[in-house]
């Protein structure tokens, strides 16, 4: 158990459906990352955010987005889904944003779009 | 731009039998760099680092790394694999122009019993 908990574990939905992915970090960490993962495209950086504030931004297209609260969760939106969305979706957490932080990943959460 | 790869898409192995997987980083500076498992239809698991010093990182379940900076490489080892180490192993790594794990596209292990 990496203390990283994610919400829901499996997830199923209709094309055009919006969802949102819930992460906790590990106690203390600071900072949160989201990745995706599906077969086409490996794992793909998504964004991080580090005490709230956006701190770096990948792959993430613009029907995403997330944000970091004052408790350091985070959540990450997923709307007007399309079935190419369908992956797993990791948060991952450190204690802070520099060389020398591991970085922790939550079970995933997988979604399945119809 | 900054990448990981890995060249073994697919490895099989006989149990006892020694692996290596290769994985090179583009990365200039000082670098961080990870290995990852993933079990099959379970998260990503921290099987090593390297951030400094000995090159040579020892890490869980018998795992090893060794960075090799002239390379750019830091290729996992294990010495006698078992049935249990099936699974698809990640490289990732990070420097100090970016703040994210930059992940390889993996290498999936079968281990033959």
């Known amino acids: 158990d990496s203390g990283v908990t994610q919400t829901p574990k499996h997830l199923i939905t209709a094309t055009g459906q919006r969802v949102t992915l819930r992460c906790s970090p590990r106690?203390?960490?600071?900072?949160v990352y989201w990745y995706q993962q599906s077969l086409d495209q490996g794992l793909q950086f998504l964004i991080q955010?580090?005490?709230?504030?956006?701190?770096a931004k990948g792959n993430i297209l613009e029907r995403f987005s997330a944000q970091q609260f004052p408790d350091l969760h985070s959540e990450l939106n997923l709307s007007s889904l399309e079935l190419g969305d369908s992956a797993l979706y990791f948060c991952?957490?450190?204690?802070?944003?520099?060389?020398?932080?591991?970085?922790?990943f939550g079970e995933g959460s997988w979604l399945t779009v119809v | 731009a900054q990448s990981v790869s890995q060249h073994n898409h697919h490895v099989i192995l006989s149990e006892a039998a020694s692996l290596e997987l290769g994985c090179n980083y583009s990365?200039?500076?000082?670098?961080?760099l990870f290995w990852y498992v993933q079990y099959p239809g379970q998260h990503l698991q921290l099987l090593l680092k390297?951030?400094?010093?000995?090159?040579l990182v020892k890490g869980i379940k018998g795992f090893e790394a060794e960075f090799i900076k002239s390379k750019f490489s830091f290729n996992l080892r294990k010495p006698s694999v078992q049935w249990s180490d099936t699974a698809e192993y990640f490289c990732?790594?990070?420097?100090?122009?970016?703040?994210?794990?930059?992940f390889g596209g993996g290498t999936r292990l079968m281990v033959k019993p």
């Open positions: 991952a957490s450190s204690v802070g944003d520099r060389l020398g932080n591991t970085i922790y």
């Open positions: 106690s203390g960490d600071l900072s």
């Open positions: 955010y580090y005490n709230g504030e956006e701190r």
């Open positions: 990365y200039g500076g000082t670098v961080n």
């Open positions: 390297y951030f400094s010093g000995d090159p």
């Open positions: 990732a790594g990070r420097n100090n122009a970016g703040n994210m794990l930059t």
